[in-house]
């Protein structure tokens, strides 16, 4: 199990020797009429190291290490038992896409999609500043599109909420930062096929 992070200084790859992960998903697609058709899905995972010896040291709130086997001057212990990072325990998507018929030539496309993530961190060191807390996304789309397929025209909004969602996060000499994601977004696009 490969891992990757950032320790001030340089990025520092290493294999964690064994992980074990358990979890469940399910989904449920439904062409509730003729124009609707509506997707579900939601997973649940529950991933923890077996072994990660010489891993960063798990930190509590105050920065300071939370395990008792952390060794001070190497910074490192083994986090068996600790939750893998990018890991939610609870994650849940539902979309719904409307298709009509506007005239002889087009029709009307609309859809909308709902995102929730449960929290996790993105840093074996479960460091503060590197949590994500839990966090809903919206989408919606609307287009006019020929029925011969030939061209489109749609609007785009992603992340209607504006959800500022941690996609990395470093502690570089006592500075921490975070990379975030792209914020609220629209798109005006249009197809041509030829």
């Known amino acids: 199990l490969q891992t990757s992070n950032y320790d001030g200084t340089q990025f520092i790859i290493g294999n964690a020797g064994s992980a074990s992960v358990d979890g469940a998903e399910v989904e449920v697609s439904w062409q509730a009429s003729a124009n609707l058709r509506v997707h579900s899905s939601v997973a649940w995972i529950d991933a923890a190291y077996d072994d990660f010896a010489g891993a960063q040291c798990v930190e ?104 500022m969602v941690i996609q990395h996060a470093y502690n570089i000499a006592g500075n921490q930062f975070q990379n975030l994601g792209m914020g ?9 096929h030829f």
């Open 60 to 163: 509590d709130s105050s920065g300071a290490p939370a395990n008792a086997d952390c060794d001070p001057v190497t910074n490192t212990e083994n986090q068996k038992g600790e939750k893998l990072e990018r890991s939610p325990e609870l994650e849940f998507n539902l979309s719904a896409l409307w298709e009509s018929q506007l005239t002889d030539t087009m029709r009307l496309k609309a859809s909308a999609s709902i995102y929730y993530s449960d929290e996790y961190f993105v840093q074996p060191t479960q460091a503060g500043y590197a949590t994500q807390d839990s966090f809903t996304k919206y989408d919606a789309r609307l287009a006019v599109v020929a029925n011969d397929g030939r061209w489109e025209v749609g609007l785009t909004g992603r992340n209607l909420g504006d959800e």
């Open 184 to 192: 609220r977004s629209y798109t005006l696009e249009g197809v041509l």
